[in-house]
Each structure stands twice: as structure tokens, then as C-alpha cells.
């Protein structure tokens, strides 16, 4: 039997249904030759953007609102939030099992945490300066500064406690009950035992309840960085006679501008005629001119060794880096060019500061850099060097030593301080390399005498 197609009327109702059931009409196909509309993926993504940006204003409100609760949040220690914890567990469960002690308990639980919530409640107002009588001291001395609190209101302020953190540690003042427009000083002293940079702030003032349940703490002062530098010790005129030794010296380099002459030679064109010799010119009937040697200007590269593996313990370490400071300051202060280098970093020269800000910061590490790369940057950073003073540990070998000098610049003076903790003063050669022995870093000006001698 053929089969008969379908009216148009019945053609377009089963089409309409089949697309539908397809998932993919939008709209109703019309009657006659009117074919059913297909959506396509614009539609779509008009449907999936208003749903993105919903997801991103919840998301964001979200971020707001947490942002809001949670200095609020933060007030409560994690103790008062067990003690919450079980005021809820305790309350729940009494109401749902009927157990009348279960509620007394949870009241009982939520009566501690009422009172911590009034000491903490109320708003303080203080003007609180934070002053440091020296961003910078010596290993050895006490840094000394000073917290004003003052009350900018025209009432008064009840008792409270400012916190001042120091490093890890923390330092706390009661602050008196103080009238409109009073103020307190609190006079401190920071005791420094090692080479830091010590963060001393910031200022807070903290209000909590007896059992710690509950605590308030606002920021007033910022925090400041304190510098605790190394110890150092000022080098007499017999103990850096070397930098003046070196100064002036004659190298192999020749040149037409300098103070040292050397020899006659032959005029060439582009010669400055105020270095012609006239009366060897006039002697030998052509133009002769003065050659000059030039002259070495003192350059000394200090290099610290901070390899961990060099040094015995730590205060040998910390011996060795006051010797390299030492130098240094000294090198300055003679006003000589000075290159200072450990084995991962630049010292900074312009200015004693900065030098002793860096020196500061340096710590051993344990990296596999050994000496000999040492001495090879300080050829690579200072090729000109007249001098190179590298500092050592007292587990640094003769086979190490040897081998960074080596990779000095030729004609350079190499010394070597070797640091051994309780150790005598001592000189000794070990090739071409002046060692000297430094037990105590006062010994370093005695130590420094036998150089170049």
C-alpha cells in the first residue's frame, strides 16, 4: 500500500512536534510551506551571560561581606569560639531532647562570654607616636625610643594596655586613665645581641576580657625597620700602611698622560704638543715627546667567604663578617676605591651607611659556590684590583685558598684573614698568598700590621 503524504495542516503539526521533541524550535512553525525556526548558539550564550554575571555579583558580595565579618570575627580567640561551640551544642540539644540541664548549662557557658563581649565593646581614640631615638645601632647596644600616647578627645579615656612588637617579641605599657587632651610617655630599650634588621612596630592598643576569651587590638603607629650593624674596629696608620703602599706604585701600562716619566719616543701624529721635548727635538732634528707610566691608584676588593661549611659555629662567622666591615670602613674612610663581595651578592660603597646596611644582612649559605668562584668574580667584578683581603673560616683549606688566589688579577697583593674563635694572632705565607690569623676581632689593627711587611 503507498502511503499518502500528510496535509499540510497535519505536515506542520508533526514536524512542530518532532522539533520539539528535538530540543532545537524556537517559536511555532506556521501552516502550508512555512518552515519551523532552528535556534543556534546565540541564543545560548544570551541565556549564559546574565547567569555568569550573576554568579560574579554573588561571588562578589560574597568577598565583600567576609571582608566585613572578619575583623569582627577575628575578635573572638579561639577559645571563646569553644565556649561558643558548646553554648549551641548544649542549647540544641537541650531543646530537642527536652533536657532542662542541658539549657542551664549552655546558659551558664554563655554568661562568660556576655561579660568578655563588654570589655571589649566601646570605640578608643588615641594619637600614638612611634619613636626610634636611631634607626641604627651597633651589636653590643641597646636601641632607645619612645611610645606617646595622647587622648585628642575632649572626654577621657579609661586605663588600657598598648602593645609594641618587636621582632618576634612583644612589649606591653598600661596606659593610665587619661583626660581630654592628656598624654603618657613610655620610655623603651631594645637589647641587640646579634647582626638583625629588627621590625620594631607596629603600635596597638588591645582591649580584652580576664579569661582571653575575647580580644580587640586597632593599629595606631606603623612599624620601622632598626639596623643592627656589625662590630667594627678602626684600623691605625701602621695596620692600613698597605693601602698608602700601594698607592702610587708603577704598573706596566704606558701612556702619554701621567705624572711617571718614562722614556722618549718619536712624535705621531695626534700626540699632545705639550708633551714634546725641545731640546731633544732640537738635538736631534725631529720631534721627540715625553712617554709616562702610569700609576695604580689603590683599589681594594674585600671578599667575604660565606660559605657555612667554612666556619667552625656561628660566632666565628659573625667574626668574619665584622673583619670584612672593618676593612672596608676603613678603605672608605681613606678615601681608596673599595669593591666588597661575598659569594652571592655586591656590597653597596657609596656611603659608610649603606656598606653596613648591607653587611647587616649577610648570612652563610649552603649553596655549592665554592671559594674558587669567589676569586674568580672578584676578577671578573674588579680586573684592576691592587689588593684583595678575603676573608675566611677556620675550616677553609690551603688547597681552597690556593685556588681563589689563583683566579685573582695578575699583579694584585692577595691576603687572607683567616677567622678562628679564640685563636692568637699569627702570620704565614702559603705561596704567593699573605694569611694572617684573627682570633678576636680587636686583633684584626695587630693582625693588619704584618701585611706587605
Known amino acids: 500500500m503507498t502511503p499518502t503524504a500528510p496535509t499540510p495542516g497535519a505536515g506542520g503539526s508533526v514536524s512542530t512536534a518532532r522539533a520539539v521533541a528535538d530540543g532545537a524550535v524556537d517559536g511555532t512553525a506556521a501552516s502550508g510551506d512555512t518552515a519551523p525556526t532552528i535556534s543556534g548558539s546565540g541564543d545560548a550564550g544570551r541565556h549564559e551571560e546574565p547567569r555568569r554575571s550573576a554568579r560574579e555579583t554573588l561571588r562578589g558580595a560574597a568577598t565583600r561581606s567576609w571582608r566585613r565579618a572578619r575583623p569582627v570575627l577575628a575578635v573572638v580567640s579561639p577559645i571563646g569560639w569553644c565556649l561558643l561551640a558548646?553554648?549551641?551544642?548544649?542549647?540544641?540539644?537541650?531543646?530537642?531532647?527536652?533536657?532542662?540541664?542541658?539549657?542551664?548549662?549552655?546558659?551558664?557557658?554563655?554568661?562568660?562570654?556576655?561579660?568578655?563581649?563588654?570589655?571589649?565593646?566601646?570605640?578608643?581614640?588615641?594619637?600614638?607616636t612611634l619613636d626610634l631615638q636611631s634607626h641604627r645601632v651597633v651589636v653590643g647596644t641597646r636601641a632607645v625610643g619612645r611610645v606617646e600616647v595622647r587622648n585628642p578627645t575632649d572626654r577621657a579615656i579609661l586605663p588600657s594596655r598598648i602593645e609594641l612588637a618587636v621582632g618576634a617579641a612583644r612589649a606591653q605599657f598600661l596606659v593610665p586613665r587619661l583626660g581630654a587632651g592628656a598624654g603618657h610617655e613610655e620610655l623603651f630599650a631594645v637589647p641587640t645581641r646579634r647582626r638583625a634588621v629588627l621590625v620594631v612596630g607596629p603600635v596597638r592598643s588591645v582591649r580584652d576580657d580576664p579569661l582571653s576569651l575575647m580580644r580587640r587590638q586597632v593599629t595606631w603607629a606603623k612599624a620601622q625597620e632598626l639596623y643592627v650593624h656589625p662590630r667594627t674596629v678602626r684600623l691605625d696608620e701602621a695596620a692600613s700602611g698597605y693601602l698608602r703602599d700601594l698607592e702610587g706604585t708603577p704598573s706596566s701600562d704606558l701612556s702619554s698622560s701621567d705624572i711617571a716619566f718614562h722614556a722618549l719616543r718619536d712624535y705621531t701624529p695626534g700626540d699632545d704638543r705639550r708633551h714634546v721635548h725641545w731640546r731633544t727635538t732640537a738635538r736631534t732634528g725631529k720631534l721627540m715627546v715625553r712617554q709616562f707610566e702610569e700609576t695604580r691608584r689603590a683599589h681594594v676588593v674585600v671578599a667575604l667567604a660565606d660559605r657555612l661549611g667554612d666556619f667552625a659555629d656561628e660566632d666565628e662567622f659573625e667574626l668574619a663578617v665584622s673583619a670584612a666591615a672593618s676593612v672596608s670602613v676603613q678603605t672608605l674612610l681613606e678615601e681608596k676605591e673599595l669593591t666588597a663581595v661575598t659569594t652571592g651578592a655586591r656590597q653597596r660603597t657609596r656611603t659608610r651607611r649603606l656598606l653596613l646596611d648591607d653587611y647587616t644582612v649577610v648570612e652563610p649559605h649552603r649553596g655549592r659556590r665554592t671559594l674558587r668562584d669567589l676569586g674568580q668574580k672578584c676578577a671578573d667584578i674588579a680586573p684592576s684590583a691592587s689588593a684583595v683581603v678575603l676573608v675566611v673560616g677556620s675550616l677553609t683549606t690551603p688547597t681552597e685558598l690556593n685556588q681563589a688566589a689563583n683566579r685573582f688579577p695578575p699583579g694584585v697583593l692577595p691576603i687572607a684573614v683567616r677567622c678562628e674563635s679564640g685563636a692568637e694572632v699569627r702570620r704565614s705565607t702559603l705561596g704567593g698568598l699573605e694569611m694572617v690569623t684573627l682570633g678576636r676581632l680587636e686583633s684584626l689593627p695587630m693582625a693588619m700590621r704584618t701585611v706587605g711587611r
Open 86 to 128: 558548646a553554648v549551641l551544642v548544649c542549647g540544641i540539644a537541650g531543646l530537642l531532647l527536652h533536657v532542662t540541664e542541658l539549657n542551664v548549662i549552655a546558659l551558664a557557658l554563655l554568661i562568660p562570654l556576655l561579660i568578655a563581649a563588654v570589655f571589649v565593646l566601646g570605640r578608643t581614640s588615641y594619637e600614638i
